[in-house]
C-alpha cells in the first residue's frame, strides 16, 4: 500500500468522524413567521424513522394567539391509511426566529425546526440535527417544503447544495410520493 494510500484512508477515516457531528447551522435572519404559516407540502425529506413509508405528507401552519404556532401534520401512511398529528411549534429564542421546537401530545414527542431558508412563497428548507450521546453519530432530519405539490429541480438542487455546503448528508434526501388521489 502506497504511503498516499494510507494517507488518504486516514483523512477519510477523520472525515467520517467530522461528518458524523451536528453540523454549526444558521437560521434565517428577519424570519416572518406570519408570512410563514398556511400549507406546506413535503416534497422531499431525509430517512426519517417515524415517517417511514409515508406518503402525500403535507404541514398546515397556523398562527395562536400567544405567538406560538399550531402544527397539524398530515400522511398517508406505509399501511395506506391516512393518519394526522397536532402539536406547537416555539421559537426557543426571540434572538433566532426561525428556531424552534415543536411539541405533539399524542404520541408525546419533541424536536427542533430550524428554517434555514424560506421565500414563503415557494419553498422551505427545514433542519434539525441531534448527537447520540457516546457515539459518534447523528441523526439529521432534513425536510425540503413546498407551497405546491411538486417542487422545481432547480430549487432542489440548490437547496441540496446549501445543505451539504453546512454539512448534511444529502445522499439521504428523497422525494416525497404527492399523488394519493
Ligand atoms: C394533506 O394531506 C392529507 C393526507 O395525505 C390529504 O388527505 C389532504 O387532502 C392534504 N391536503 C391538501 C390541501 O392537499
Ligand atoms: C438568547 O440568545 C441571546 C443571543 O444569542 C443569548 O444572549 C441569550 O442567552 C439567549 N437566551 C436563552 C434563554 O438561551
Known sequence: MQFSTIVFIVLSIVNLS????????????????????????EAYRSDIIFEA????????????????????????NILGDYTSIRGTARVKNASEPAAF????????????YN?????????????????????DIKIEFIWLLSRTKT????VVNELKKILSNMGA????????????Q
Not at 467530522?18 to 398556511?38: E, M, R
Not at 413509508?53 to 398517508?76: E, I, K, L
Not at 421546537?101 to 427542533?112: A, E, N, Y
Not at 417542487?151 to 432547480?154: D, I, L, N, R, V
Open 18 to 41: 467530522l461528518a458524523s457531528k451536528c453540523p454549526t447551522i444558521v437560521t434565517q435572519k428577519d424570519f416572518d413567521v406570519t408570512k410563514y404559516v398556511g400549507l406546506w407540502y
Open 53 to 76: 413509508g409515508s406518503r402525500c405528507v403535507n404541514a398546515t401552519y397556523t398562527p395562536n394567539s400567544d405567538g406560538s404556532v399550531a402544527v397539524w401534520n398530515q400522511a398517508v
Open 101 to 112: 421546537v415543536v411539541t405533539f401530545d399524542s404520541p408525546l414527542q419533541k424536536g427542533d
Open 115 to 135: 428554517v434555514l431558508t424560506s421565500n414563503y412563497v415557494d419553498y422551505s428548507l427545514v433542519y434539525a440535527c441531534t448527537n447520540i450521546p457516546g457515539f
Open 151 to 154: 417542487m422545481s429541480p432547480t
Open 169 to 180: 448528508d444529502v445522499d439521504k434526501v428523497t422525494q416525497t410520493v404527492q399523488n394519493c
